[in-house]
Antibody, heavy 121, light 113 residues
Framework: EVQLVESGGGLVQPGRSLRLSCAAS????????MHWVRQAPGKGLEWVSG????????GSADSVKGRFSISRDNAKTSLYLQMNSLRAEDTALYYC??????????????WGQGTMVTVSS | DIVMTQSPDSLAVSLGERATINCKSS????????????LAWYQQKPGQPPKLLFY???TRESGVPDRFSGSGSGTDFTLTISSLQAEDVAVYYC?????????FGQGTKLEIK
């Protein structure tokens, strides 16, 4: 079964750091680009960052540029999001998602259940 | 960034009736080199992650019922449900992947009238 399982979320104070992980299974992980998408409580979807199959960053949203960094470990079939200098507006459910086929331009076909990040003092 | 605007924000349709959701992009998402529209549609039910319904604007993802259809080109796109079922209650999002600053529409909440 194709599966993405996120972890690492929690309650964190503003200005602190957090690292999210996404464990992939059921498919050849290093064949696919991977992304993080977030959803603030009661709000819509916002793309956060993406990484090519080989670890090269595709890009990041302006709202997180310079604070968040994406990475992957193909040997461990895992995706990561290092989040620094967290702000209240980063509070959201963070989804790990797989890009369908393309290297950088395709839809997101597999989604995890998400991990919740709450930034509050 | 390409701005995606959906209409309406919410929609109530009777069971068995047609539901239509529109999505407009601030610039064309049609790639002239391959004549493909870099546009996807997702369905998100309460408490669940989004589910891919269509890519390339009109290519149905495997397992999606054929009462769902996607259409449009350039900057104007439509998601249509031909005969609404109770299980179709959800929020629907369009998304462009023409630019690698991927952007989603604000979502359209579909309910039963």
């Amino acid at each position: 079964e194709v599966q993405l399982v996120e972890s690492g979320g929690g309650l964190v104070q503003p200005g602190r750091s957090l690292r999210l992980s996404c464990a992939a299974s059921g498919f050849t992980f290093d064949d696919y680009a991977m992304h993080w998408v977030r959803q603030a409580p009661g709000k819509g979807l916002e793309w956060v960052s993406g990484v090519r199959w080989n670890g090269d960053t595709i890009g990041s949203a302006d709202s997180v540029k310079g604070r968040f960094s994406i990475s992957r470990d193909n040997a461990k079939t895992s995706l990561y999001l290092q989040m620094n200098s967290l702000r209240a507006e980063d509070t959201a459910l963070y989804y790990c998602t797989r890009m369908r086929v393309g290297a950088t331009k395709d839809a997101f076909d597999i989604w995890g259940q998400g991990t919740m990040v709450t930034v509050s003092s | 960034d390409i701005v995606m605007t959906q209409s309406p924000d919410s929609l109530a349709v009777s069971l068995g009736e047609r539901a239509t959701i529109n999505c407009k992009s601030s610039q064309s998402v049609l790639y002239s080199s391959n004549n493909k529209n870099y546009l996807a549609w997702y369905q998100q039910k309460p408490g669940q992650p989004p589910k891919l319904l269509f890519y390339w604007a009109s290519t149905r993802e495997s397992g999606v019922p054929d009462r769902f259809s996607g259409s449009g080109s350039g900057t104007d796109f439509t998601l249509t449900i031909s005969s609404l079922q109770a299980e179709d209650v959800a929020v629907y999002y369009c998304q462009q992947y023409y630019s690698t600053q991927y952007t989603f529409g604000q979502g359209t909440k579909l309910e039963i009238k």
